[in-house]
Nanobody, 119 residues
Framework: QVQLVESGGGLVQAGGSLRLSCAAS????????MGWFRQAPGKERYFVARISWSGIRSVYADSVKGRFTISRDNAKNTVYLQMNSLKPEDTAVYFCAAGIRENTEADYWGQGTQVTVSS
């Protein structure tokens, strides 16, 4: 049974930072492209960032380029999202995903963690 468990969300002021973690189990983690999506209230879920199985390649949504950094530790089966210079528009539920395709679909999803950025 595949499980993706996110942590690290919370409430932060604009300009602040948060680091999300996603611990994976039940899959061969190093074989999967991992990433993050987010969903704001009343909106669809959107791609944020992904990282290749090796950790060499990463891709970001334009809205987070230069502020967010995705990384992974295959020895710990964990993917991270370092979020700096947070803005109120970053407020959303952030979902970890494994096996991302076309930046819209994934084989597996986490349950999500809330990030709220106050102005």
């Amino acid at each position: 049974q595949v499980q993706l468990v996110e942590s690290g969300g919370g409430l932060v002021q604009a300009g602040g930072s948060l680091r999300l973690s996603c611990a994976a189990s039940g899959l061969t983690f190093s074989h999967y492209t991992m990433g993050w999506f987010r969903q704001a209230p009343g909106k669809e879920r959107y791609f944020v960032a992904r990282i290749s199985w090796s950790g060499i390649r990463s891709v970001y949504a334009d809205s987070v380029k230069g502020r967010f950094t995705i990384s992974r530790d295959n020895a710990k089966n964990t993917v991270y999202l370092q979020m700096n210079s947070l803005k109120p528009e970053d407020t959303a539920v952030y979902f970890c995903a494994a096996g991302i395709r076309e930046n819209t679909e994934a084989d597996y999803w986490g349950q999500g963690t809330q990030v709220t950025v106050s102005s």
